[in-house]
């Protein structure tokens, strides 16, 4: 429900972010956020995660196509940028093994952000 709540705040949140990327190089880009997820809180590093993954299925495909074609390649390429991102399989709670990760490792989650956010813009205007 909370998720719900601030979704639409997120979302804005997201794509200004997104867009303030848009005029810096892809490196340039990615240092930056490096260094704003640094200073972000888990719960906001979390979001941040969520909403990358959610926008893909706003792309103009049928819901069939994102779940068994878009995200598999996404999730199979999450091992280029997140060599640590936990897997399912791991023992114990996946929110907490993926709230480490992203505090151990947040050179990965920027890297993974960056190609998400890559990725939906290929998609996007591929689309069109």
Do not use: C
């Amino acid at each position: 429900m909370i998720l719900r709540k601030y979704s639409a705040f997120l979302f804005t949140a997201l794509i200004t972010l997104m867009i303030s990327f848009l005029s810096l190089n892809p490196a340039e880009a990615e240092n930056r956020l490096k260094e704003r997820i640094k200073s972000m809180t888990i719960e906001d590093r979390n979001d941040l995660l969520v909403n990358a993954h959610q926008k893909f299925f706003q792309l103009p495909y049928s819901g069939e196509k994102i779940s068994n074609e878009i995200m598999p390649v996404v999730t199979a390429k999450r091992q280029n940028y997140a060599p640590n991102f936990p897997e399912r399989s791991e023992a114990g709670d996946p929110t907490e093994n993926i709230h480490k990760w992203m505090i151990e490792y947040p050179e990965e989650l920027a890297a993974y952000i960056t190609y998400l956010n890559d990725k939906f813009r290929e998609l996007e205007e591929s689309a069109r």
